[in-house]
């Protein structure tokens, strides 16, 4: 339900909340032609896929100026979200999936977002560093870290160092244990949401 993101995130400008309320037509739309949302998903749009990338948010926000990078955005989560809350942070949207990165494209152009850059690429062909790199799941954290770990910025304007912000489920203790320095935070602290219980953000600081 999108009250669930007003609730969550009350202090929406009336364009942020018109922008919300204008995906859920805009991805059903398109999932009619590209399938980039499974329709039991679709069932629960503002949940699964908004206020999940949204958690990453409610671990850390993101100051104005600021790069993020979101490697394997799929149908644009968590960047387009994201880039709805944080207007004035610019945001850049890979995907290795040519009909994907279209999606992304035509969504970010309807909602009118500005600070949205969506290409057609793998992880590791992106030029210029990041702030952070957001991503939702894309493969196993040792897969990962090597295709971005020369994307982060040495320069942090953040009280976090700059690094990664995951969103993954289950048990993470394997994967993460070459990974001492990972904090791992629930979002079941911030959504009472029984889709978050065993949902998390890693932050890894690169």
């Not at 993101?62 to 207007?87: E, H, N, Q, R």
Request: aromatic share 12%; proline share 5%.
């Amino acid at each position: 339900m999108i009250t669930s993101i007003f609730n969550h995130f009350p202090n929406l400008n009336s364009i942020q909340k018109e922008q919300f309320e204008a995906l859920l037509p805009l991805y059903a739309d398109w999932n009619q032609h590209i399938n980039v949302i499974s329709r039991v998903d679709m069932a629960h749009f503002y949940t699964r896929h908004v206020l999940h990338s949204l958690g990453i948010a409610k671990v850390q926000s993101f100051a104005a100026g600021s790069k993020i990078l979101d490697v394997g955005t799929g149908g644009g989560f968590p960047g387009i979200p994201l880039a709805i809350l944080f207007p004035e942070v610019q945001f850049t949207l890979v995907d290795s999936i040519g009909k994907k990165i279209k999606v992304v494209k035509a969504v970010a152009s309807s909602l009118g977002l500005q600070n949205v850059e969506a290409f057609h690429k793998r992880a590791e062909a992106v030029e210029g560093t990041y702030d952070f790199v957001v991503s939702r799941a894309v493969t196993r954290m040792e897969r990962f870290v090597p295709w971005v770990k020369d994307k982060i910025s040495a320069t942090n304007q953040h009280e976090r160092p700059n690094g990664i912000l995951y969103l993954k489920g289950g048990d993470l203790n394997e994967e993460l244990a070459p990974f001492p320095k990972a904090v791992t935070i629930p979002l079941k602290l911030f959504f009472s949401e029984g889709f978050f219980e065993t949902k998390k953000v890693v932050y890894l600081p690169l």
